[in-house]
């Protein structure tokens, strides 16, 4: 047998070349107490929790939702029974883009990629049964985000649950929707406006929701690379920072519930050393550019979940084991919370046996695999300082960049963000082309005999009665309310977007009126007009 | 022979927001030689007709990842045929399964490009339009 080809040059997505060895001598520099600080402290590189896995394993939240509200509620059951302890729920596109069922342009989309919600007559259907005064659940909605959640908290409130003990993060983060993802509605100045009003109105009454989850998971999912999912989900933060600052509220009333969400699916190393570097970078920013003194707000929480981009759809049962690996990259990345791909991801929406194989991942690394027994177990690993360091120059050198297009809202606004994220996924691209960024299955390794089509993916079969249901249900909410009450509401809500009050008070006077989020979101649409996008290739 | 320079207008019907697939093979086929134009999300089919027509081009690829491919390739094609374009050819792309393939092309689709089509397939395909 010929001797293995020496491998040729190793460079990170983030553009970083690493060497075969590495020794003491590339963590010179490296100040115990300045760069690292013990687990719990600050600057928090290791890990945002004295104990980390020890004193509690990471929240197990995988991504739900589908259907009607009944069928989505039955789901939710399911994973709960099998020992899933937080819900994250998935609305589908016309609900996500404030369209009623019954609208046109919600033609084939009604109940497809999460659940259909019209009104709060179907927000008490998907959580009946479900105690919100001990359940976490997040909710995958951003420019809906204030209706929405108005109408999570209708719920709570009509099942008694007290406000101090409601848990739910929204997800809140309109800025990375107009950079990927897409369900923006308003221009880019009155959705920051919609935004703030539930950071503020949440941190007044509900002083344990997390009001915005900063997304750099989705900017990666469309092509960034792993400094630059950072850097933006950074400049994003800030970005809402100072949106509150603006209108007068003290740093540390919101920060320390602000969270992150982000992606772990690249090298795991290089993973790891984006959490790394991102906590220290985060905690200095809060702290000596805010002024922020409660150690709470220093902290960067986050849901690392995998990323549908590592899975491929040539062998689907190889994404059990990729999961795996993410499940490891997310622990050893110090996630609060955790949630993975399912391996049927690249063709259907998951199906329950695929969502059982997510979560006992997560649980077989927690239990079984020792990852969980000590904090942040990869440090004062000459790699793994080196990377941290030099992830965290890169990051710097984005964050740079993004200061160059005079911040994030005018990147966003101008489309240069969106554009630089299309060129790096063009870029990934032509590298899975070339085999510079190996895929087993797919461009190394691959089977001499493709099938036109794996059949080990149960597809999920889309029933067009639902959409029939939905349509149904949605009529006899509009008969059965107070349609006089429901104008009023509609009516406060377009004087509010005049002015320049919080809007979710009148919001959520329209929710309780059952007014339906076509009617809530127009009411808005017709003061602030609608985003016209900036195509760039 | 020279070839004439293919115009391919790329669209996202619908409410889907994941343009990461539109843009690389928008990319991909300006790099090819096609003049690509790319008319940004949530585009109704309405509004993809009239630009199809306006802007003259020789094919309509669309982008769908939310699973509403037969009912949009469906509205699609009447919309065409509405405005008595139908002979410009209809190309999609997306989370397509296998059992989709053959009711599009009974829509009108003339080829279809699922999940894990190498980017280079579509080109080759694409490219053989100009002869067409």
Known sequence: MPKAAKKKDVILHAGIPVKAVYGPE??????????????????????????????????MRQ???????????????????????????????????????????????????????????????????????????SLTINSMAAPITAMYYAVAEKQKAPADRVVVTPQNDILKEFIARGTWVYPVEPSLRLVGDLIEFSAKRYPRSNPVSVCGYHIREAGCTTAQEMAYGLAIAAAYVELML?????????????????????KIFEEVAKFRAGRRLYARMMRERFGATNPRSWMFRSLIGGGGSAFTVQEPQNNIVRGAYLALAAALSGAQTM??????????????????????????????????????????SYYVEWLTGEMEKKIQAELAQVDRLN??????????????????????EQKLLSGEIPKVATNCHVAAEQPAESHDVELYAFDPKVAEAQVAKLDRTRRERDGAAVGRALGQIRDEARGTGNLMEPILEAVKAYATLGEISSAMKDVFGEHKEPVAL | MTERKLRILIAKPGLDGHDRGAKVVAHALRDAGFEVIYTGLKRTVAEIVQEAIQEDVDVIGLSILS???????????????????????????GIIPQRDVEPLRQLGVRDVFPMGTPLPAIVETLKEYAHA
């Open chain 1, 63 to 137: 991504y739900v939702g589908f259907g009607t509200p009944g069928e989505t509620n039955g789901r939710f059951k399911y994973l709960m029974a099998h020992g899933q302890d937080a819900l994250n729920v998935a609305f589908d596109l016309p609900t996500q883009c404030g369209l009623d069922s019954d609208d046109p342009r919600a033609d084939g989309e009604v109940g497809r990629v999460g659940m259909a919600i019209d009104t709060l007559a179907d927000m008490e259907e998907a959580f009946s049964g479900i105690p919100l005064d001990r359940v976490s659940v």
């Open chain 2, 67 to 93: 699973g509403a491919h037969l009912t949009l390739c469906r509205q699609l094609a009447e919309g065409l045929k509405a405005q008595n374009a139908q002979s410009i050819p209809v190309v999609v792309g």
């Open chain 1, 246 to 266: 603006k209108r007068g509220m003290p740093v540390d009333e919101f920060a320390p519930r602000i969270s992150f969400n982000f992606t772990c699916w690249g």
């Open chain 1, 26 to 59: 590339d963590i010179r520099g490296l100040d115990y107490g300045r760069d690292l600080g013990d687990p719990g402290e600050y600057p928090f590189t290791r890990g945002i929790h004295p104990e980390m896995y020890r004193a509690r394993v990471w929240t």
């Open chain 1, 407 to 428: 911040g994030i809202v005018e990147g966003v606004k101008s489309g240069a963000i969106q554009a630089e994220v299309a060129r790096q996924a063009y870029l990934f």
């Open chain 1, 339 to 380: 949630a993975l791909p399912t391996y049927d991801e690249a063709y259907t929406i998951p199906s329950s046996q695929a969502q059982l194989v997510a979560l006992r991942t997560m649980q077989i690394c927690a239990e079984e695999s020792g990852v969980a027994d000590t904090a942040d177990p990869l440090a004062g």
